[in-house]
C-alpha cells in the first residue's frame, strides 16, 4: 500500500509569487497551477469575482516532498503562521476511512469524507490538538 506525506499551505493572496519564490529557492518547477476561475463548478461553493484569479491549487517538490499551495477563498479565516497542513494520501480508501474517525474523536469534522474533483474519497479533520488534517485517495489519475 502506497502512502505519501505531503504539506498544504494556504496564503493570503500571494500564493502565484510564493510559489514562484520557492519555484526558484528549491528550484523545483511550480505544477498543476489552477485558479479558482478554472475549477469545475460545484453547487456547495460559489466563486466570488474577487477570487477568480486567485490561486486554487499548484505544487512543487521540496526534497521530495509534495507541497501543495494555495489562496485561501474570500470567507476562510487566514491567521498567518497557522498556515499549514498536513495531509495524507493513499489509495486504500479504508485506511482513510479509520484515520479520518480516529482523527476526529475530540475534535472536529471541517469537511466531511466525500468525492471531489481531484479526489474518489478527501476529507479535512482538526483533531483534538488543533492540527487540520487533510485525508486523500490517490486514484492514480494525477491532478
Not at 499549514?84 to 475534535?107: A, H, Q, S, W
Not at 487540520?132 to 485517495?137: E, F, R, Y
Request: some cysteine; overall charge negative; glycine content about 8%.
Amino acid at each position: 500500500m502506497a502512502y505519501s506525506f505531503q504539506l498544504f499551505i494556504s496564503f493570503n493572496g500571494e500564493c502565484r509569487e510564493a510559489a514562484e519564490f520557492y519555484s526558484k529557492v528549491f528550484k523545483s518547477d511550480v505544477l498543476n497551477l489552477m485558479t479558482y476561475n478554472q475549477m469545475p463548478p460545484c453547487p456547495n461553493f460559489t466563486v466570488p469575482d474577487s477570487d477568480k484569479d486567485k490561486i486554487m491549487y499548484c505544487c512543487i517538490q521540496i526534497f521530495g516532498c509534495t507541497v501543495m499551495l494555495c489562496d485561501a477563498p474570500t470567507g476562510v479565516p487566514f491567521i498567518k503562521g497557522n498556515n499549514f497542513n498536513p495531509t495524507i494520501v493513499t489509495e486504500d480508501m479504508n485506511e482513510i476511512r479509520r484515520l479520518f474517525n480516529e482523527l476526529k474523536e475530540g475534535g472536529e469534522i471541517g469537511m466531511e469524507l466525500q468525492k471531489t474533483f481531484w479526489s474518489d474519497l478527501y476529507g479535512m479533520v482538526t483533531d483534538k490538538y488543533g492540527v487540520i488534517w487533510g485525508l486523500s485517495h490517490d486514484s492514480g489519475k494525477g491532478f
